[in-house]
């Protein structure tokens, strides 16, 4: 039997029964049942596991998908005011949503109105969450530290694409989330090819010219969903144009790129350089500046003057 991993905030906040086991881990293959299917979260005995430094709980995996119908549920109920939790209890609901809506577009390659939904809540929580504390996303990415590179990478992508938007002067509430839905969006095409790119470091010509599909692949499938925006499918489609003409897959030049695609361009490589990969260390936020400085011609030159203006201090 497997066991995913689940967050307790969410249901310690919401005092309802549960309805699957919940275990903590003893050894690397063994678990221990800690509350079973109708027990209302114990919040005494919850911080006594954590004085012992018990901080991880699970459940079988069979369950997994009953808790992410409760946590969807509470993201209906939630999304757009988060404002009224704690930041650590924000943070944990935005976690819970994250790995819930990846699990299911990427790993189960399952994209529908359900899971766009729920992306969408993924979306505002963030976004309510940086208006409310603009430091907001450490938090938020530090508790995705343990998620596969797809999860972090979307997650973070969304989180910068709105900073950076803001930042630039767009105002708009609804461009703003066009641009956090398309920048979490922005690889949902990486879970149809063939192989991980996460696990190769040097691409063979096939691979390089299956990845340069994943826009487009991203586009079809998103196409498919009812009321989804044109802004979000056109970052999904350019989010790898670079203005100086060699992106792909149309090679679009300079303003011919739509505005919030050139933004996600930004956050997207920004991102990918100061997260560890599977075949290198992560780069320091400086670092990753001066590389990206030193490519010229591969991104809006004002959005990354923007860019440094947040992080070099
Ligand atoms: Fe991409
Ligand atoms: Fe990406």
């Known amino acids: 039997m497997e066991y995913l991993e689940i967050s307790l905030e969410i249901l310690e906040k919401f005092k309802r029964p549960l309805k699957f086991d919940v275990y903590i881990k003893r050894t690397e293959t063994s678990y221990t049942k800690i509350f079973k299917s109708d027990d209302v979260i114990d919040r005494e005995r919850v911080a006594q596991y954590r004085k012992k430094g018990v901080n991880s709980f699970y459940v079988e995996e069979n369950d997994y998908s ?27 609901f935005i976690k819970e949503l994250v790995n819930f809506t990846m699990h299911e577009m990427i790993l189960k390659n399952n994209i529908d109105e359900r899971t766009i939904k729920s992306a969408g809540n993924v979306v505002s929580s963030c976004i309510d969450t940086l208006n409310t504390n603009p430091k907001g996303f450490v938090k938020i990415l530090s508790l995705m530290s343990n998620q ?3 999860v972090k990478h979307s997650i973070a992508v969304s989180l910068f694409s709105v900073m950076l938007a803001k930042k630039y002067g767009i105002e708009s509430e609804s461009t703003i989330s066009h641009i956090g839905l398309g920048g979490f969006l922005h690889d949902v095409g990486v879970g149809q090819l063939t192989f991980d790119p996460e696990d190769v470091e040097t691409l063979t010509p096939e691979q390089r010219k299956e990845v340069w599909r994943h826009p487009e692949l991203g586009r079809q499938q998103l196409d498919q969903i009812k009321g989804i925006r044109t802004e979000v499918l056109q970052i999904v489609t350019q989010h790898h144009e670079q203005p100086n003409g060699r992106g792909y897959p149309n090679g679009l030049l300079g303003l011919n790129i739509f505005l919030p695609a050139r933004i996600v361009a930004v956050a997207d490589t920004f991102s990918s350089l ?16 001066s590389i990206m400085a030193e490519e010229t011609g591969k991104f809006d030159t004002k959005i990354l003057a ?3 203006g947040m992080f070099i201090k």
């Open 66 to 92: 009953i808790y992410c119908l409760y946590v969807e549920k509470i993201g209906d109920v939630l999304a757009g005011s988060i404002g009224k939790f704690t930041p650590e209890e924000s943070s944990a």
């Open 306 to 308: 923007v860019l440094n």
């Open 274 to 289: 100061i997260v560890k990969r599977s075949f290198r260390d992560s780069f320091s936020c400086e670092k990753a500046l």
């Open 148 to 150: 596969p590179y797809i």
